[in-house]
């Protein structure tokens, strides 16, 4: 038992000199806080203001089964002097058009004596702006120091962050105070939260630009939704979301019969363009035939030309510088006088001069 204790009294030592240090760092502040990022194009809507009331947490558990506190009388291995475990309490906004905004304590030392937290520096009230009102809060409480079991009083752990709960909620009004209640561990946390438009924005979420028109107002939210809306006093009331847009009036919501009215036909400028278009088109395929028939013409030409080549031998190759005439022997070859032929059926050796006659006659003897 005693080893034991003496283990539990070096691992505590260790971990407060770790909460010293870090006591130090933020002794000069009083929590921590992001800048979001908005969107393009999206203005400040909404100047809010946010701050913790209370926390509960009989006995300041972790779990259902150990605490960051001695659960006993006293525990040997923690000095009254030295708090065995701190609190941190983080806020996170979600709002349309930016990223979450989140807010959040340093951690707050809880005595060892009465059970409570040594400062109220985490229900500081804290004013910043937003794109638009929150649609959604979280709240985390995290813990820092000693995890004791809470039947033994042992350490289970040291040294040690973690979540304690965590608790979310969605405010519908501007100024409100919330309460919230948990189970495993039992708890509860209570904060104030509200919030004003600014720069001319309107609706509950501060997130509506219009155009006012007399008792009512024709409005645009940030994500681009139409609504037909009752203004007075600086509210907006009796909101109807415009799916098809505002009239050519402005006294009201587009009805779908004067949509596909105003939708119907189409603009000359279209029709203009889609000419040009179908022109641009059609002479691209011309040019296109007309590229691909050289191609194949040349291409026919190509291989007819290398097929001659290839087919003639070359002892064949005809000299055309050179000519000869075999038939013609003398320029009046063709005007020889005619010659007397005969025909010797009877087996004669030769004609005799009575067998000829004159002209082209043959006689038989």
Known sequence: ?????????????????????????????????????QMENTTDGASVTFQFNSYTNDGFKVSNTTTCVCPLASCPFIKDSEPACQLSFIALFSAKGQSVKYIASE????????????????????????ASAPIAVDIIIQYYGLEISSDTG????????GVVQTYGVFPQSPSQQHTIQKTNPPSSISFTLSWQCLNGKLGDKCDMNCNLNGSHALCTSDDGVSSY????????????????GFNQNGTGCLRRDQLIIQRSGVSSGYRSWTIVLGVLLGLAVLLLIALVIIFWIKRRKSEDSTEADTTTPRQYNYNHQTTTRPLLKNQDEWNEPIRPASINPLGRNGLSDNDVSDGNNIHFA
């Open 1 to 37: 038992m005693y080893q034991q204790n003496q283990l539990q009294r070096s691992m505590y030592s260790s971990q407060q000199n770790s909460i010293t240090s870090l006591q130090q760092q933020s002794a000069q502040r009083l929590g921590f806080a992001n800048v979001p990022y």
């Open 154 to 161: 042992n350490i289970v752990a040291y040294n040690k962050i």
């Open 229 to 244: 809306c009752t203004y007075s006093g600086s509210r907006l009331t009796q909101c109807t979301v415009c799916q098809n």
């Open 107 to 130: 951690f707050i030392p809880i005595s060892n004596i009465n059970k409570q937290l040594q400062s109220d520096s985490w229900k500081t009230s804290q004013t910043f702006r937003m």
